[in-house]
């Protein structure tokens, strides 16, 4: 793709105007939403190792199944879950009562995320032993190519975060967090800003996790993070300080990410939304389009 990151110093950059708008259209079939699935249990799987490390109290654990991975991390945590399932055969009913064991050892129900493009027998044997329907979530992405999306404001500068502001950028990731825009579907969950903050310092602890700041009037208004593969960029969070929204901020954090996943040699760029949310207006007016959705389901302790 040509969108080309202005230096203005090693590590501060602003977005030329004149890329980012028009990608080509990606279809998605079940051997993407498989790539996207593994990208997706391989960031599960290194940010539930580093939390594990952070901790040090032996409760996390990482199980692999068909595919898929089980994580817990810590309690009440996002990270909490089952990924990646019905693209490598489908789990036997040992596997499942072995992971829904391992939850209920911790107290913790069993989260499934199952990706509408899985193997339908996934999700016949979860509702037959007892998992229900909570929320869906939804994946989009654009291909990564010379074709250009909307510029970004000229008052917004996106500069890699390093790690001398790294407290200040937790702060203004935190602080957007628990300020939700009013325009989505309300969460199923919600986690302690302790717990949260965690989690975002062992997702953004992980390799191959750039973080990213905003930049307007001289203030930090805005952070992001994105996590590249060989082939998948995973755009895996953005945050917008609540008095610093509907200036374009979103939209600059997402032009410098695109760019530079395409220079690295990414060939498709991802997104995880709430459906009808604000962040999934902003990411399609950016030409990313509706992948597939995961579908939330959970089975309660026993």
Sequence with gaps: MATKLTTMHPDRRSVDPGRLAGPSPLFCDTALAARIERAEVRLITETSTATRRRRGDGRGFVIPIAGGVASFTEDASPFNKVAGLGFDGVPSAGELTKIERAFAAR???????????????????????????????????????????????????????????????????????????????????????????????????????????????????GGASLRMTTDVAQLTGAATAPQHRRHGVQTALLAARIADATAAGCDVAVVTTQPGSKSQQNVQHAGFGLLYTRAILVRDIA
């Design 107 to 221: 107290g913790a129900s069993v989260q499934v995320e199952l990706a509408h493009l899985a193997d339908p027998a996934v999700g016949a044997l979860l509702t037959g032993r007892g998992y229900r329907l909570v929320a869906f979530e939804n994946v989009l992405g654009r291909a990564l190519d010379d074709r250009a999306a909307p510029a970004p404001p000229a008052a917004i500068v996106i500069r890699t975060s390093g790690s001398d502001e790294y407290g200040q950028w937790l702060d203004v990731m935190a602080d957007a967090s628990a300020h939700p825009d009013d325009q989505e579907v309300p969460a199923h969950d919600d986690f302690p800003p302790d717990v949260l903050l965690g989690a975002l310092r062992d997702l953004t602890a992980g390799p191959g996790v750039a973080r990213y700041a905003a930049v307007r009037d001289g203030l930090l208004v």
